[in-house]
């Protein structure tokens, strides 16, 4: 069992610079760390370690079997050759590990060469894998039958009850051996001598269950460090963060744009923010300054700097007018050329030009308005709402 793992823990530490090494690649190209392969190889270890477990029960069983036959020198040697061969079946599934990596090299030069149709494997690697996997799969039914095998006979030789007691005698003894516990008349040995309200202290081992997950645990940590810091084929905590506060800002930013582009005459608000008002600036100079004035001073149309407004001089009737116009008057509508946004922006540019006094000012046309006082009609660069003064 230990040799079982200890193969499994070389091959995947091995692996990645074998399979590196042979494709002619830098570590980052590794088809380990695909998906798929990945997926492959938790099979085969999954596989191999039951079948070490299966072959451990098998022995046990074997052992137990062969006790009970009369001449001590046929049980030995008996007992012997099925140790023998499920040992010899072991070692053929553990020979495939290094197969496969030397097989790694085959493949990585052929997916050089050709594009393959399984993931990152080339077509030869896929169908090794798979045969190994198979074969794990035939030693597991093997080492099955041949323990339904060894069933039956104690069935024969000792009867219903023996079986039964046969079949519990293996799972105990896996139960035994994963915690390794000490017998009762070993206890003056182990003890150290602090007794504690009755509760002795005792030199016992770790359970082996514990110490495998502790190598398991260092064989993690082997191959995070290479993925994240060797190879690097993976982002870091602070780099994987960073990713995500990247994509939620060009996620924010599309919903704003999204969101302001549903503004209307009745949410909305005015716009303080630079670029807001330069991108006004520019629609207004485009599309507005040959009836108001470069400076919103007045041509055709009325003065747009002074306190006397012809339709309402909030923000929300600024922005109906451009919307909509007035036809009648000479103002078209502009709804179907601006977008709601950049209407919101002219709309905000005029009301920031308010008081301007440019030169050749158009006389005054309308009504007075005024602006309420603490009325919140406006809203900076980040979207929060400010009083206008």
Known sequence: MRK??????????????????????????SSLYDPFVVTMIVIMAILLLAIGLLANVVIGAAGYYYKKQKDTEQQTAAGSGGVIKALSIIALVLMAAPSFAQ???????????????????????????????????????????????????TRTKE?????????????????????????????????????????????????????????????AAGIYIWRYHIAQTAPLSKEEYQIAMNEAEVQKAAYLKKSANNVDESTIKKLTAAADLEAGQKVFSQNCAACHGKAGEGIVGPN????????????????????????????????DDLSPMQIAQVASYIKSIHGSNPPNGKPK??????????????VSNKGTEVSKN
Do not use: C
């Open 4 to 29: 079982a793992v200890a193969a499994l823990t070389a091959f995947l530490l091995t692996a990645p610079f074998v399979m590196a090494e042979g494709g002619g690649h830098a570590p980052v190209e």
């Open 103 to 153: 097989g790694g090299e085959a493949a990585a030069t052929a997916a050089a060469q050709t594009t393959s149709s399984y993931g990152a494997l080339s077509e030869t690697t896929f169908y090794f894998m798979v045969s190994v996997i198979a074969l794990e799969l035939l030693v597991v039914f093997v080492l099955l039958y041949q323990l339904r095998v060894f069933l039956g006979k």
């Open 159 to 219: 009867g219903v009850a023996g079986a039964k007691e046969f079949k519990l005698k293996p799972a105990i003894s896996v139960w035994h051996k994963l915690n390794k516990f000490k017998p009762i008349e070993q206890e003056a040995d182990l003890d150290l001598g602090h007794d504690y309200d009755g509760i002795r202290e005792l030199d016992n081992r770790l359970p082996p269950w514990w110490l495998y997950g502790f190598y398991i645990s260092i064989l």
């Open 304 to 335: 747009l700097t002074d306190d006397y407004w012809l339709h309402g001089g909030g923000i929300k009737d600024v922005f109906k007018t451009i919307k909509y116009g007035w036809p009648e008057k000479g103002m078209r509508s502009w709804k």
């Open 365 to 378: 046309q309308g009504d007075l308005y005024q602006e309420e006082v603490g009325k919140t009609d406006s």
